[in-house]
């Protein structure tokens, strides 16, 4: 068994369902993202268009962030899910490093590396991924492609030809198609990230990696005497207020975005 | 505004995205980069040295060499530690090692090779030192074993070619960074090595014999004058691959890291080359120690261009 993925750029509206849906399912932190979409704009008004690219880990039969990780933090699953053991990683970024995607983040609460599982703790389940069932055009088409009785098997054998990968160059072989993509969606480097450009800010890079408050003396401190954040773990949640009022004053005390 | 019109029609703009991270590997892992070429290139430099005069010419090599060493493999694994977002977790590469891994390799030899310099610095300073721990008898026992340094010695200068060169391929695992290819970055590992080797020994050779320091001083200009010419290479032709080309684009004239670039240049290949082919003609102590400092500053300067530049293109 492969399981993989392919996004039919074509019938995908850029309404981020999956993104939001990953978000929730995956408890992803702020200014961290496992799955992403991604619009691009090409022409000059009027004669313009937009497309729309979700980006997510390819789980690489080949994957560099597999090979690069000292702790076999990264590790394959049977299934082909590239897997990430948080309780492993030693947080040396070099997956971050490694991957030709971007995929990978380090997660502020944990400090440790994180990504896309395909929601491995679903498949287990016997259930889809989350993005995979958020999506409301069945953009996304998720399954095993090694079994060509499978969706995703057939899918591809219909539009052979016209089924690309991310960056075929690095030899990574990704298990994760596009059907109707281009190289303006699919190759980085065909398009622009101009300030001023962004729909909703201007934030091009984040400013750090992991926790922003997280100092070099808390990374030795934190997992013995307990970390500033600890509020934030799934439980704390529950008992968070959860009225207007209490996130207005949040919102005073530290600033918005 | 402005730049509105300014956009071709053939080209693709972002519109709405996530923020990208920045520098991932920032100033410490420089650090470690060029505090790994001093720990390494002393032994190896050292190594040559001895093998081509006589101990007698080079009376402090025997402990400056190990304590030159030691204080800069301690530097490279400390930043190493501390760049980890989970330090104490770091156990794990040698409770579970993923030897695919070239960090791990790294980090295996790079604890193996500090600990025998340890040894070696332990038995250089007794020995030159004989007034030092006379009455501790760990001291005395460790004086009688003053055979072993030259015993490990050449384990030692076998080991530091790797521990020189592993971090070129992390450089190269990184599959993201097409800059960093293996063979360049191997080769350019071990010219930082001879460079910052050769430089920390002008600083204390004043002692030394008129010969010793004649090698230094070619040591110093030839590493110098290959590895900028390797830079060179990838300055101006660097333009087969779209991805190094976009990365390159930082360093040429009005790229981001262009100053940092030719500073890294100027202060670590140029001047060295330049003061180290006069003092070769005729010595000039005082010029070749200048030499060797702008030497450290432009070698730490060139790492961090190189080590962040590929950091700064979109990936997706």
């Known amino acids: 068994m492969k399981l993989g993925f392919l996004v039919d750029l074509n019938l995908c509206m850029g309404c981020k369902g999956c993104e939001i849906a990953c978000k929730v399912e995956n408890e992803v932190p702020l200014s961290s993202w496992r799955l992403r979409v991604k619009y691009i704009d090409i022409g000059t008004f009027p004669d313009t268009s937009r497309s729309f690219t979700p980006l997510r880990c390819n789980h690489c039969e080949n994957a560099p962030c597999e090979r690069i990780c000292p702790v076999s933090a990264l590790h394959y699953l049977d299934n082909g899910i590239v ?116 729909l909703f800010n201007n934030i091009t890079h984040l400013d750090t990696l992991g926790d922003p408050h997280h100092s070099i003396l808390d990374r030795f401190l934190d997992p013995i005497f307990g970390g500033h954040n600890d509020h934030l773990k799934d439980e704390s949640f529950l008992d968070m207020p959860n009225d207007v009022a209490s996130h207005e004053d949040e919102s005073h005390d530290k600033g918005g975005h | 505004m402005d730049h509105v019109t300014t956009i071709e029609a053939t080209k693709a703009v972002v519109t709405l995205d996530v923020a990208l991270p920045g520098i991932i590997w920032g100033w410490m892992i420089t650090l470690n980069m060029w505090a790994k070429s001093i720990g390494t290139g002393v032994i190896l430099v050292g190594a040559f040295l001895l093998y081509r005069h006589k101990k007698e010419e080079m009376p402090n090599l025997r402990w400056m060499m190990p304590l030159i060493s030691f204080i800069a493999l301690n530097v490279f694994l400390l930043f190493t530690l501390v760049d980890l977002h989970q330090p104490l977790r770091m156990v794990n590469i040698f409770l579970h090692p993923h030897f695919t891994s070239a960090i791990t390799v790294g980090a295996w030899m790079a604890s193996l090779f500090t600990g025998l310099v340890t040894l070696m610095l332990v038995i250089g300073v007794l020995d030159a030192f004989p007034e030092l721990g006379r009455h501790l008898g760990i001291a005395k026992k460790v004086r009688e074993k003053s055979s072993l340094y030259e015993k490990i010695f050449p384990f030692v200068v076998f080991l530091a070619l790797p521990v020189t060169m592993y971090t070129a391929v992390i450089m190269a695992q990184s599959s993201a960074r097409e800059l960093w290819a293996a063979p360049a970055e191997l080769v350019q590992m071990i010219f930082a090595a001879l460079m910052v080797g050769s430089a920390s020994f002008i600083l204390i050779s004043d002692k030394w014999s008129v010969e010793a320091r004649k090698d230094l001083t070619l040591i110093l200009a030839l590493s110098v004058a290959l590895s900028f010419t390797m830079y060179m290479g990838e300055y101006f032709f660097s333009y087969k691959a779209a991805e190094i080309e976009a990365t390159i684009a930082f360093i040429h004239s009005g790229g981001s890291y262009n100053t940092q670039f030719w500073a890294a240049m100027v202060l670590g290949y140029i001047i060295p080359f330049f003061i180290a082919m006069g003092s070769l003609k005729e010595e000039n102590r005082t010029m070749l120690k200048f030499a060797a400092v702008t030497t450290f500053i432009g070698l730490y300067l060139a790492k961090s261009t190189w080590l962040e530049i590929p950091q700064m293109i979109p990936l997706s």
């Open chain 1, 83 to 198: 897997n990430i053991d948080s309780s492993r990683c030693i947080g040396c970024a070099g997956c971050m490093m490694a991957c030709p995607y971007g995929a990978i983040y380090m997660d502020p609460e944990s400090n440790t590396a994180d990504k896309c599982t395909y929601c491995a703790h679903r498949i287990e389940s016997g259930m889809m991924p989350a993005c995979v069932v958020a999506c409301p055009v069945e953009a996304n088409i998720f399954g095993d492609v090694e079994d060509e009785k499978s969706h995703i098997s057939r899918y591809i054998m219909e539009h052979r030809g016209a089924v690309q990968v991310r960056k075929p160059e690095k030899h990574t072989d990704p298990k994760h198609y596009y059907v109707g993509g281009g190289n303006n969606t699919l190759n980085p480097l065909a398009h622009e990230r101009i300030e001023g450009y962004g």
